[in-house]
């Protein structure tokens, strides 16, 4: 008799869990391959300058596990989560071990939708996550992105758009070795609103961010006197879809100071500066991107990058950056594609002395792909590629002794 209790207590177990299963939301993405160049392994350089595309020797996975766990009179609880694991693709273990990977806890959040009777779709949501990050593919930035532990507001109607509301920590890291709390807290405070449509086929968002480093005592009395300032970065960005042509191009505008605005003209998203003086620090930003077809089986996505900033740390008048990428693509047939991709940059840092530090780089692709699609962001990808990079400014390559480097290889890229 027992045995059949059990029996049928496993068999409810298994049914129960298949049913939840069912309900579960599996999302992902990862990139990993193999490379070599004339002279040992693969070598990269400023993938966030001059391109991704053949300039990546690193894999890098995250998988993300989610599930609706309540859902009643129209308010639906959701827990979100997701991992990541990077490593050098050097062996087959891929263990902690040396560091020879690491993993992390990349988001863990739940969310509930239908609080407020009036505003079905308004979300409250606490936890960790990756918060409304803004990205440029093809140089695996992004330009908006204050993410990490917090709480908020999102989706909130008004008007023709919606305002979000949140409040996040992103911690500064080793303000300084030699004391115990060697890790600045800053609490950010965001507010976007996004969905204003001015006319036809455009579609805008603007959007705050507010930070506030929160040093200990400890940290205040170390060094000289670290005292660093409350910092803002303001963005507003407007994307035009033409009608008929399949063009869609996009214009973001961004102004940073004290510890934001290093971003400016290092492609960050909104990390605070724990390292220099930024008292008096100021950047803006300005980046043009979008697609263009052309035709039915050819297409261009594009990324340029202009940026200043000035008094970042101390002894420095001005850095400006300039950076130009652009990725074609030929679909020679819904499974088969070619791909080319050039780019090129220039970064200028100016002192109060007047001397000049320079760096400059170029980087020249192609490659034969296969995808589930004709679409250049079709995937999954597999992809054989050919890349030329060079260094405008010294021998960064081939341990210091070359200014250029031959890149062969293979990559795998998905997402789900």
């Known amino acids: 008799m027992k045995t059949k209790y059990l029996t049928s207590s496993i068999a409810l177990a298994v049914a129960m869990m298949a049913a939840n299963a069912h309900a579960v939301d599996f999302t992902g993405y990862f ?17 966030d300058l001059v ?15 989610g599930q609706e766990l309540f859902k009643k009179d129209g308010v639906s609880f959701y827990v979100d989560s997701m991992v990541s694991m990077e490593s050098d693709g050097s062996n087959d273990s891929e263990s902690t071990k040396d560091d020879d990977a690491k993993f992390g806890l990349r988001q863990f959040n739940a969310k509930v ?96 961010d507010y930070a506030m480093p929160n040093p200990t005592d400890e940290q205040k009395s170390a060094g000289s006197s670290y005292d660093p300032k409350n910092g803002v970065m303001v963005t507003g960005e ?22 934001l605005a290093q971003n400016m003209i290092s492609q960050g998203g909104g990390w605070y500066d724990v390292w220099h ?21 050819f297409s261009i996505n594009h990324v340029f990058t202009y940026g200043k900033g000035e008094k970042l740390q101390a002894w420095h008048d001005n850095t400006e950056l300039f950076s130009a990428v652009a990725r074609g693509s030929y679909a020679w047939t819904d499974i088969t594609k070619t791909l080319v991709e050039l780019g090129t940059f220039e970064r200028t840092k100016t002192w109060t002395s007047g001397s000049e530090d320079k760096e400059s780089g170029q980087k020249y692709t192609l490659a034969q792909a296969w995808s589930a699609g004709p679409s250049m962001m079709a995937r999954p990808e597999i992809r054989v590629y050919a890349s030329y990079l060079t260094d405008g400014e010294g021998d960064s390559f081939n341990g210091n002794t070359d200014d250029h480097a031959w890149n062969f290889g293979v990559q795998a890229e998905a997402w789900w």
């Open 113 to 208: 939708k239908g609080l407020i009777a009036s505003d079905p779709d308004a979300i409250l949501w606490v936890g960790k996550r990756y918060y409304q990050r803004h990205d440029l593919h093809i140089i695996d930035t992004k330009y908006w992105n204050v993410s990490g532990a917090g709480a908020g507001l999102e989706n909130l109607k008004a008007g023709p758009g919606a305002f979000s509301f949140a409040w996040i920590r992103s911690d500064g890291n080793d303000v300084d070795t030699s004391i115990v709390n060697n890790d600045l807290n800053i609490n950010f405070l965001d507010v976007r609103y996004a969905g204003l449509k001015p006319w036809s086929g455009a579609w805008t968002e603007f959007g705050v």
């Open 238 to 259: 407007i994307s035009q879809y033409f009608d008929g042509s399949g063009i869609n191009e996009k214009l973001v505008l961004q102004y940073a100071n004290k510890g």
């Open 51 to 65: 391109g991704r595309l053949g300039n990546e020797d690193d894999t890098y996975g995250e998988i993300g596990l």
């Open 277 to 297: 003086t930024t008292d008096d620090a100021t950047g803006y930003r300005v980046i043009l991107t979008g697609d263009i077809p052309v035709g039915e089986r």
């Open 31 to 47: 990139r990993s391959g193999v490379g070599v160049s004339q002279d040992g392994k693969q070598q990269t350089a400023n993938k």
